[in-house]
């Protein structure tokens, strides 16, 4: 058994070698350093006891989730504090639980028409309208990234780190990790937002 104790509140958990596993920080902690003491990590108490029951919960981590845990794990919780959380946890490099969050907010959109999820996710919209002409045009063609008209791929000069939304996490994570595991409709609808956004799905292509 070890300890884990927040550096934010002082709040101090009995962990086992499962939990220790499933974070690359606490792993890697473990391996080079004789634990005696307290592993504090500067995280809230709060987001540690999230991934604690997230992970205790699981039989092995693997690609497989339980949705209806995590769906129970995280619904007392805003989109505000959700993407806090993500941004807390993050310390502890944790795939798994990661992608449950980025999956989470993937549900909540993939139902929704690419001017709805524009407006939840509160991105600019930064194509013209001779552009959105164009785009309606040649679908296909623009899904994959074929030159047409007077839109050139890759669109030049976006930076993805820095694009401002309502999921935003350093680097943009989260967002990068919700267009990565979304399938082909989402991918397209979340591509036809923003030239940035579109630069980054083909960079993870469906």
């Not at 194509?127 to 899904?143: A, G, S, V």
């Not at 669109?155 to 919700?178: C, G, H």
Request: proline share 2%.
């Amino acid at each position: 058994m070890y300890t884990l104790r927040s550096s934010i509140d002082q709040k101090e958990f009995k962990i086992d070698q499962k939990v220790i596993n499933a974070s690359t920080l606490l792993k890697n902690i473990c391996e080079i350093t004789d634990i005696n003491q307290p592993i504090v990590i500067k995280c809230p108490s709060q987001s540690l006891d999230i991934y604690i029951k997230f992970i205790n919960h699981c039989d092995e981590l693997s690609v497989i989730h339980d949705k209806k845990f995590e769906d129970d794990l995280y619904k007392e919780y805003g989109d505000e504090k959700l993407v806090s959380i993500a941004n807390e946890l993050s310390i502890l490099d944790s795939d798994f639980v990661f992608d449950s969050i980025a999956d989470l907010f993937l549900d909540r959109i993939k139902e929704m028409k690419w001017q709805n999820i524009k407006g939840y996710l509160e991105v600019e919209d930064d194509f013209t309208l001779n552009e959105r002409k164009l785009l309606e045009e040649n679908r296909i063609e623009y899904l994959l990234s074929i030159d047409f008209g007077e839109i050139k791929f890759p669109f030049a000069e976006t930076s993805f780190i820095t694009l401002q939304n309502k999921l935003y996490t350093p680097l943009n994570a989260l967002l990068s990790r919700i267009i990565q595991r979304s399938d082909s409709t989402t991918s397209f609808n979340l591509s036809v937002i923003n030239k940035t956004i579109k630069n980054e799905n083909d960079r993870h292509p469906i």
